[in-house]
């Protein structure tokens, strides 16, 4: 069985089989939605997206292609970031920022009635809530946040604490994991993308679509064997013998843990799947990494 080859050598076929799309939401449509037309554009099966947004919310939305959509589960706790404006129903008090350093942390929320999850009081914790800008009744915020965090609820609920009431203007979402706004595409860069590819040029679709490895970059590797990688294709787990080497993930840093999520891949740095530390990497035998997802 042929293996994936090395993410930076793929031709654009490739690319589209098992690829990241960094995109830039629009208004109007929804993150569902949106996938959609990116499915239907790439000619792909199967699409995935990290992460509901609402209609008429903005940004940061990864859309992964063909057989990355197995991979989808990496996004499920990425911490999410927004931009926000706060409207206010009277004027800010004086304590403003103190009041808002408050909801650094745990806070409680219950989903709204409109929401695809069972209306229940539960925990997200908030990582930061910065102030960009202020004025007499309108903020603009920076908020940090668990998966799941639900804005308009949080800006509502400031709104009490303040004692003006308040709710949500506009949101963009500026951040999702380790991807973020730096690097948006459009769908109109896309679909331009993939007619430049049509025609011979695959530069442009190069620059809009990335390897899916860059979706676990935050993941420790274990890197294994290529003759161990056909075996998990096949449905194996990751046996001690297979393993050539651990690393740290490439982004963050974070290192091999015992029953943690790690990323494996072949020497040439092409993912084969996701995986639970089971065992000791250096160990003669045994089990190493219980599977998740195949990616092959």
Known sequence: MPLRGPPDERDADSLLAFGVVNL?????????????????????????????????????????????????RVFDDAVKEYVAVLELHDRAPADFEAVLAEFEGDVYQKPPRKSAVKRQ???????ALDVLERGDRRALLRVRCESGTYVRK?????????????HMGDLRRTATGTFDDAALVTMHDLVDALAFAEEGDEGPLREAVRPAERALAHLPRVTIAPSAAREVAEGAPVYAPGVLSTAPAEIGGATPEPGGLVACDTPDGAAVCLGTLAGDPDADA???VELERVLV
């Open 24 to 72: 830039d939401k629009p208004p109007g449509p929804s993150a569902h939605q949106v996938a959609a037309w990116v499915r239907d554009a790439t000619g792909q099966d199967r699409v995935a997206h990290g992460g509901t947004l609402d209609p008429k919310v903005t940004g940061c939305l990864p859309v992964l292609l063909g057989d990355a959509a197995r991979a989808a």
């Open 121 to 127: 009081l539960r925990t997200r914790h908030i990582h």
């Open 154 to 166: 949080l800006c509502h609920d400031l709104g009490l604490a303040l004692g003006t009431g308040a």
């Open 286 to 288: 045994g089990t190493v």
